[in-house]
DNA sequence: CCAAAACGGAACATTCGTGTTCCACTACTG
DNA sequence: CAGTAGTGGAACACGAATGTTCCGTTTTGG
């Protein structure tokens, strides 16, 4: 049961079919990620013994993807709302269609570092904070909050591209767009 | 089998159900939603013959939600900018659980009008048109962007009071204000 | 008060996903 | 070429959810 190369990139194309498969319908069968993966179903069952161990997989291979997409944005180089943005696009191009399935199904983050101990996710908020020293980002916004729109953001995005045939690249503008106006601390009336 | 107010009552409460017990966890058993209306489940049969009438059922009450809320909100009253303002508010006061159903299972949101064609979304497209005209929303965000971001960031606020105990006004708070950032048509340097 | 309406529980058949076992086939590798 | 790792299909047992029927009980309303 060595990690030979064959096992690897088989577990791989496992896990890839159950992200598409399952970010449409969280309640897909094993059969059909099966199919998606062009493996039998009997292989799937090898690799993942259990329904829970695909799904944990999953949830693990997504920390790793956001331990990544964090450490590439490189939070604290530069204006903390800059970073911020920076940090959303590298989500954006790292998680693809792991997004629908994290941000909508709590499956996926229960049963790991989730939700509150993610370095990650405290990396994001101490950012938040700094941005309110540096007056970079609006006062009013909690960190918390911003964490929040940034995952809500973040899928409109992706849905936008799914559902409206948007390009990716188009829908990943307006979304940065969006997210540096709403960090932005003008001087508009206060709500 | 005439319209008795017992029936409409029963009816009503098994939909309630539906919907608190499905936003939790879109693929719940029909037993539990019966448990939570406090019914049998040979009653919600009799209600709602095969699973797919409930869910269609719940999608039907969702539109009727929005038609209301986007009448309340008065779109053609006053700046565009404000007007999605006080449609966003409405939406949240109206929609509570019902938001996680239509916008994370699309279940939900087939085998109706949706989503082209509801009225209230494109009573909404074109208020942001408007905004564009008369200058109180940015016009580097399209109308159709524009609504899948005012629902993300819907979702967003009500998963905020859900996860993190956040208070209703408070989580519509920081949505309101975000949004009405994210419209603004600042001066800030283009993306 | 009495009949009709509505309800709840038990039981049943059916379907579907799951997890497992067994065996034959293929591909790589020494 | 032989052996081994990897694969895929068929078959099976099992449990859960679904949809249906039947019947006794409660509630409603004229």
């Known amino acids: 049961m060595v990690e030979t190369g064959v096992r690897t990139r088989t577990r791989q194309a496992i896990l890839d079919a159950a992200v598409v498969v399952l970010s449409r ?6 059969s059909e ?3 998606e993966a062009g493996v039998g179903r009997t292989t799937l ?4 013994p259990e329904r829970s161990d695909l799904v944990q997989a999953i949830g693990t291979f997504t920390l790793e993807r956001i331990a990544v997409a964090t450490d590439r ?5 530069g204006p903390a709302r800059e970073a911020v943005v920076r940090l959303c696009r590298e989500y954006f191009e790292l998680l693809g269609d792991v997004l ?20 990650s996710d405290l990396a994001l908020l101490a950012l938040v904070r700094r ?10 916004l909690t960190p918390e909050w911003v964490q929040q729109a940034l995952w809500a953001l973040l899928y409109a995005a992706w849905a936008f591209v799914r559902e409206c045939g948007v390009s990716r690249h188009e829908a990943l503008g307006q979304c940065l767009r969006s997210l540096e106006r709403m960090l932005h601390p003008g001087d508009q009336a206060t709500g």
Do not use: N
């Not at 069952?45 to 993942?48: E, L, N, S, V």
């Not at 049963?111 to 370095?119: I, T, V």
């Open 45 to 48: 069952h090898r690799y993942f």
């Open 33 to 35: 990620v099966a199919r």
């Open 25 to 30: 319908d969280s309640s897909a069968s094993l």
């Open 100 to 119: 629908s399935l994290v941000f909508t199904d709590p499956q996926f983050s229960s049963g790991l570092d989730w939700h509150e101990e993610s370095e």
């Open 131 to 140: 941005g309110h020293q540096d007056g970079s980002i609006d006062r009013g």
């Open 73 to 77: 944005a490189k939070l604290d180089v």
